[in-house]
């Protein structure tokens, strides 16, 4: 196994974490939910200005009396075609605002034109409160502000215009007579119904969406808490952008399978995989038990810290019962593999933690502590655990131990080393 050096030291401790700015990004974009009510109603309103123009131009009113009529309606139906087929054409080409604005435009123009054409008694109110309260809400997201008063504003205008025209008695200048009444409100209610059907749609669609984005933000929860401690997790989502600590009482644990290179130069990658795989996930179990933090593995090799980074009062006790379960863990595997053999380093000390990587985030700690720990596990015997002077007195004499004696270690010096024994004394 490579020792844990000062080579290790990342050249920046200050992950530099692109969250924010991505975030800020993404609140300028119009958000998915507006862009789909948007191209749904630009279809909508195109469908029914064809139509309208269809009606008005190829089937004009019989009479003299409706000359003018005719021709105002179809210079207005023309113009709402226009204005429809922009819309859709704006939504279609990415100018989303343009082509949002422009259907709220046609839907003012439609009730205005209604208004001063068929005047009281067509239900022109059930158009209004249908399309123009509902449009708004549906085309606009609450972030976009701006755009979304705008909207509503234009709305409230027609809808107030439309209730002054009707009370002050203009006459219309279409005169409703039975059978064009009858006509013109099958009409307002098939479009009433068709945006009642729209809105109820698009609702179902955002409940839909609401609960997608639900379990989608519940999977990435749980893919960065396999990589990060959960209160690491729960700072980057918070915005942290540095994420950088210094712990003043950690105790940090290597362990390497020894032998192992050889063992799987002999094997096929199944058998490698089945057995390390086997052994890391019963030594994962074991942190999870004693609140150890796993922080990754390296080859055979495998890394973790009692008290980082949110504390642990016995660090050095739950980091002693994680390495002596590695042991028992490894013994049921020697048993079948006796060319392996488990070393495990303990050293207690401060560190400095934190988050490094912008794609693949990583938790890790640095210092003299995490070296020394690096070479005790080099220098223990296979089968043993390897502790130093700061974990021993942290253990307090809870559990037994042996003197090594004293090693002199590359790059760190004369150590004095004890090996933990079998289990807590008494």
Same mark, same amino acid.
């Given at each position: 196994?490579?020792?844990?050096?000062?080579?290790?030291?990342?050249?920046?401790?200050?992950?530099?974490?692109?969250?924010?700015?991505?975030?800020?990004?993404?609140?300028?974009?119009?958000?998915?939910?507006?862009?789909?009510?948007?191209?749904?109603?630009?279809?909508?309103?195109?469908?029914?200005?064809? @139509?309208?123009?269809?009606?008005?131009?190829? @089937?004009?009113?019989?009479?003299?009396?409706?000359?003018?009529?005719?021709?105002?309606?179809?210079?207005?139906?023309?113009?709402?075609?226009?204005?429809?087929?922009?819309?859709?054409?704006?939504?279609?080409?990415?100018?989303?605002?343009?082509?949002?604005?422009?259907?709220?435009?046609?839907?003012?123009?439609?009730?205005?034109?209604?208004?001063?054409?068929?005047?009281?008694?067509? %239900? $022109?109110?059930?158009?209004?409160?249908?399309?123009?309260?509902?449009?708004?809400?549906?085309?606009?997201?609450?972030?976009?502000?701006?755009?979304?008063?705008? %909207?509503?504003?234009?709305?409230?205008?027609?809808?107030? @215009?439309?209730?002054?025209? /009707?009370?002050?008695?203009?006459?219309?200048?279409?005169?409703?007579?039975?059978?064009?009444?009858?006509?013109?409100?099958?009409?307002? +209610?098939?479009?009433?119904?068709?945006?009642?059907?729209? +809105?109820?749609?698009?609702?179902?669609?955002?409940?839909?969406?609401?609960?997608?984005?639900?379990?989608?933000?519940?999977?990435?929860?749980?893919?960065?808490?396999?990589?990060?401690?959960?209160?690491?997790?729960?700072?980057?989502?918070?915005?942290?952008?540095?994420?950088?600590?210094?712990?003043?009482?950690?105790?940090?644990?290597?362990?390497?399978?020894?032998?192992?290179?050889?063992?799987?130069?002999?094997?096929?990658?199944?058998?490698?995989?089945?057995?390390?795989?086997?052994?890391?996930?019963?030594?994962?179990?074991?942190?999870?038990?004693?609140?150890?933090?796993?922080?990754?593995?390296?080859?055979?090799?495998?890394?973790?810290?009692?008290?980082?980074?949110?504390?642990?009062?016995?660090?050095?006790?739950?980091?002693?019962?994680?390495?002596?379960?590695?042991?028992?863990?490894?013994?049921?595997?020697?048993?079948?593999?006796?060319?392996? %053999?488990?070393?495990?380093?303990?050293?207690?000390?401060? +560190?400095?933690?934190?988050?490094?990587?912008?794609?693949? @985030?990583?938790?890790?700690?640095?210092?003299?502590?995490?070296?020394?720990?690096?070479?005790?596990?080099?220098?223990? +015997?296979? %089968?043993? $655990?390897?502790?130093?002077?700061?974990?021993?007195?942290?253990?307090?004499?809870?559990?037994?131990?042996?003197?090594?004696?004293?090693?002199?270690?590359?790059? /760190?010096?004369?150590?004095?080393?004890?090996?933990?024994?079998?289990?807590?004394?008494?």
């Amino acid at each position: 196994m490579t020792t844990h050096e000062q080579s290790h030291f990342p050249a920046v401790l200050t992950p530099q974490v692109q969250a924010p700015a991505a975030a800020t990004a993404s609140r300028r974009k119009t958000p998915p939910g507006p862009i789909r009510n948007a191209r749904i109603f630009a279809w909508l309103i195109t469908v029914l200005a064809v @139509f309208m123009a269809v009606d008005t131009i190829g @089937f004009p009113w019989p009479g003299e009396e409706y000359a003018v009529f005719n021709r105002l309606s179809a210079w207005i139906a023309s113009g709402l075609l226009a204005l429809a087929v922009g819309s859709l054409v704006c939504v279609r080409s990415g100018w989303m605002l343009a082509g949002r604005m422009g259907i709220v435009l046609y839907g003012c123009g439609v009730v205005s034109a209604m208004t001063v054409i068929l005047g009281p008694g067509t %239900g $022109i109110d059930v158009l209004a409160a249908t399309c123009l309260l509902a449009g708004p809400a549906l085309l606009f997201a609450r972030s976009e502000k701006l755009a979304l008063a705008i %909207g509503g504003a234009l709305c409230l205008g027609v809808i107030a @215009f439309m209730q002054i025209w /009707i009370r002050q008695g203009h006459p219309p200048i279409a005169p409703a007579t039975a059978s064009n009444l009858a006509e013109v409100r099958t009409g307002v +209610v098939f479009v009433a119904a068709c945006v009642g059907v729209l +809105v109820v749609y698009l609702y179902w669609s955002a409940e839909i969406a609401r609960g997608t984005a639900a379990r989608e933000a519940a999977r990435s929860d749980a893919l960065l808490l396999n990589v990060l401690p959960a209160s690491v997790a729960g700072r980057l989502k918070a915005g942290e952008i540095r994420i950088a600590d210094r712990l003043e009482d950690v105790t940090v644990l290597f362990a390497d399978i020894a032998g192992f290179t050889a063992f799987a130069a002999d094997r096929n990658a199944a058998e490698v995989v089945d057995v390390l795989g086997g052994l890391f996930s019963r030594f994962d179990a074991l942190c999870a038990e004693h609140g150890v933090e796993k922080l990754k593995t390296i080859g055979d090799g495998y890394m973790a810290v009692a008290g980082a980074p949110s504390g642990l009062p016995d660090h050095a006790g739950a980091a002693a019962r994680v390495a002596l379960g590695m042991m028992a863990a490894m013994a049921e595997t020697v048993r079948e593999h006796p060319e392996l %053999g488990l070393r495990v380093g303990l050293n207690t000390g401060p +560190v400095v933690a934190g988050v490094i990587g912008t794609h693949k @985030f990583a938790y890790d700690v640095w210092g003299d502590t995490v070296n020394l720990a690096s070479r005790l596990e080099s220098r223990a +015997v296979p %089968g043993t $655990i390897a502790i130093s002077a700061s974990t021993l007195n942290a253990l307090g004499g809870r559990f037994s131990v042996e003197s090594v004696g004293t090693a002199e270690l590359k790059g /760190i010096g004369s150590v004095d080393i004890w090996r933990l024994g079998s289990g807590p004394v008494g």
